[in-house]
């Protein structure tokens, strides 16, 4: 093979897979969140009753079922067998994106298709089912694919499996920016010739007795257990902590010159990111937003783009008091005055926080905001915090030509990372 070609090339999004909380294709889960539709309910994967766990709400993906989407019984009885929840989310997500895209792989393409599948915090569930079983039963309880089920690149391994994606493959864990920074890495990637098509996203299936009481006990989530479609409220004054949510999304991101080729359908064009750490603490952010508004800053920069160059953000959003008024901070830094004119929305106030997943979905979102000249509203926004005084697009969808917009994922470890996204012009 002859040394890769460094000559930059533009991405496109081509294909969309969702699988949320209020609904199990991009149609279904863009319609819900253009009409306000909340998927936060009472807990219903355990009961939190059982270990005295104070919260009782999330977002759950309610009849889920991975035939639905693989219909051939072997094959999608060998998924249940060897993928945790986690993974088989991101299965269905990538069957759907790849179906949109009407992508085929075969030996003639294989080796440039690229798989990059983001999760938080992997197999959790099978970790905790298969610790059971060795301490009630034994270490010949415990099941031969435990490994294969709980480790955070299975996703991304399966995937590229199933798909034949010979091109690298791999899953980034960098808690809420996962699958922002699959993303992310799945531009650059293309838009440095190494691959002409990435399958890339996040997952998340985190929603058990052990995710629930660790962000519990570190005061991070909702107790509104009285009201759960009210929970979850982004930038509102009386937020109380982020609602829980799983699910997954995954795009197919390619080479504009690959996607005209064979005539694609293309949603929006990737034209930019960043990335940076707060290097502050492993949960809290940075108070000043500072480590956020350079990632915006230099994300903007390798767009090409100004401040006013952009219409909408689809923010990290979580309905915690610290990220909301920090990111908001962020925002302002870099957009000045200009940032009162933002369209800025969370998807997070409907779907709650699908961690490892969550950038992933903000960014099919944006695509479709971008596509239909629409954006969701942040519902359950009622009382305005003065430390949070941007236009969130409270509790109504809006009609807006989004030229350019902007994706932000803050995880835990002070991971920022920002994607810029937009029409695409000849």
């Not at 909380?21 to 059982?50: H, M, N």
Request: glycine letters at 10%.
């Amino acid at each position: 093979m002859n040394a890769i070609d460094k000559k930059e090339r533009r991405v496109v999004v081509t294909g969309i897979g969702m699988i949320s909380p209020v609904g199990q294709s991009a149609k279904e889960c863009w319609e819900a969140l253009l009409s306000g539709t909340s998927g936060v309910d009472s807990l219903t994967l355990f009961d939190p009753a059982e270990h005295g766990i104070e919260t009782k709400i999330a977002a759950e993906v309610k009849n889920f079922n991975i035939h639905d989407f693989y219909p051939d019984k072997r094959k999608a009885g060998a998924f249940l067998k060897e993928m945790d929840r986690v993974t088989l989310f991101a299965m269905a997500a990538a069957k759907l994106a790849v179906d949109d895209a009407a992508l085929k792989i075969d030996e003639s393409n294989a080796e440039r298709v690229a798989t990059f599948i983001g999760t938080g915090v992997g197999g959790l569930t099978t970790t905790i089912q298969d610790y059971q079983k060795l301490l009630e039963g034994g270490p010949r309880k415990v099941g031969v694919r435990s490994v294969i089920k709980l480790m955070p690149n299975a996703p991304s391994g399966q995937v590229a499996i199933e798909f034949g994606a010979k091109g690298r493959a791999k899953g980034d864990a960098t808690a809420c920016a996962s699958g922002l920074d699959s993303l992310l890495d799945a531009f650059m990637y293309i838009r440095d010739n190494r691959a002409d098509v990435v399958i890339a996203g996040g997952a998340e299936a985190a929603i058990n007795a052990i995710g629930v009481t660790s962000f519990g006990n570190m005061m991070a989530l909702s107790k509104r257990n009285d009201e759960p479609k009210k929970a979850s409220r982004p930038f509102s004054a009386d937020r109380d902590g982020f609602v829980i949510g799983e699910g997954a999304a995954v795009l197919i991101l390619e080479s504009l010159e690959h996607a005209r080729a064979r005539n694609a359908k293309i949603y929006a064009e990737v034209k930019g990111g960043a990335a940076s750490c707060d290097a502050h603490h492993i949960v809290a952010p940075n108070q000043s937003g500072e480590g956020a508004a350079r990632a915006i800053a230099e994300a903007l920069k390798d767009a090409g783009l100004s401040p006013t160059d952009i219409d909408y953000i689809n923010a990290h959003g979580t309905s915690t008091p610290l990220n909301d008024a920090c990111e908001t901070k962020a925002i302002k830094t870099v957009f000045g005055d200009y940032a009162h004119k933002l369209a800025i929305s969370s998807t997070k106030s409907m779907i709650g926080h699908l961690l490892g997943g969550a950038g992933a979905m903000g960014a099919a979102v944006t695509a479709l905001s971008i596509q239909d000249s629409k954006v969701h509203p942040t519902i359950n926004y009622d009382n305005p915090d003065p430390e949070c005084d941007l236009d969130y697009v409270p509790n109504v969808s809006r009609q807006l030509n989004v030229r350019n917009a902007l994706v932000e994922a803050l995880g835990f470890g002070g991971h920022n990372t920002v994607l810029v996204m937009g029409q695409l012009k000849d």
